[in-house]
């Protein structure tokens, strides 16, 4: 690998075939950090701005091969996990990571679509918790995401502080609970808890339907892990990324649904 040679990140999440979520996202956000982008699709999704029509999952020996054809020519300096619908999935995905020991996984629990389409199977929910949450860097839950991982409802800020804490229980390194679902005003908190320190970072709350802003964050956060940002600091970083793509955000599709304008965050940095 030659000194200008950018570090190689990998996504192992879920197809967008609309370009505005997903593995689509992921590239793009890591083009954007000028790091290399590697892709192992766990899923394939029929979907546009409007919502997910169908899903389909490849066999279990594709994904693993996908894996193993990243891991085997490439400096993997971190993984990003994003959409995987099943238990067998999540379990062959936490096998390559045991096997291979990425410095950095930065885990995007995608359980629900922005537009309430259900992404991960029932039955998969406890593996993500023992297999994939003690391997993990970093989690970044909505809400959502994390009342169905601690199993009880978070309705304050008080709430997400004890969610926090009891993902880092379960063996998470860090976490980041996204706040864009807890209504606080005019305020967006996001919340960042390692085991030893806790920082908020807030921005206004954009008046605007979104699509593929956990996919882009998670990604964004795992470049610039590989680009030397601590922990809180690559949170911070990828948060401002994703605000400013939605500033410059744009609606290709026939919905009002916006998607993120990489190249405008990477160039109003």
């Given at each position: 690998m030659s000194p200008n040679t950018p570090v190689s990140v990998l996504t192992i999440a879920g197809s967008d075939s609309g370009g505005g979520a997903g593995i689509q996202a992921d590239l793009k956000a890591f083009?954007?950090?000028?790091?290399?982008?590697?892709?192992a699709i766990a899923a394939l999704t029929a979907q546009n701005t409007r919502g997910v029509t169908a899903v389909h999952v490849p066999p279990i020996a594709f994904l693993q091969a996908q894996i193993e054809a990243c891991f085997d020519d490439f400096d993997v300096h971190a993984v990003k996990l994003g959409m995987l619908a099943n238990a067998e999935v999540i379990h062959c995905v936490a096998d390559a990571l045991e096997k291979h020991h990425p410095t950095h996984v930065v885990l995007d629990p995608v359980m629900v679509s922005t537009s309430g389409a259900r992404l991960l199977e029932g039955s998969a929910l406890d593996a993500l918790r023992s297999r994939l949450l003690p391997l993990a860097t970093l989690v970044t839950p909505n809400t959502p995401e994390a009342e169905l991982l601690v199993g009880r409802r978070i309705g304050n800020g008080e709430d997400a502080e004890q969610a926090a804490a009891a993902l880092l229980d379960m063996g998470a390194g860090a976490v980041l609970l996204k706040g864009g679902h807890l209504l606080e005003g005019s305020r967006v908190i996001d919340r960042f808890f390692d085991t030893v320190s806790s920082e908020t970072f807030i921005h206004a709350r954009l008046s605007v339907d979104a699509h593929g802003t956990g996919c882009?964050?998670?990604s964004a956060i795992?470049?610039?892990?590989?680009?030397?940002?601590?922990?809180?600091?690559?949170?911070?970083?990828?948060?401002?990324?994703?605000?400013r793509g939605l500033r410059h955000g744009y609606t290709p599709g026939r919905s009002d649904v916006l998607v993120l304008d990489h190249f405008g965050a990477a160039t109003h940095a």
């Open positions: 083009a954007a950090h000028r790091v290399h982008g590697l892709s882009t964050l998670a795992a470049a610039q892990l590989c680009n030397g940002l601590s922990l809180a600091n690559a949170c911070e970083a990828g948060i401002d990324y994703v605000a």
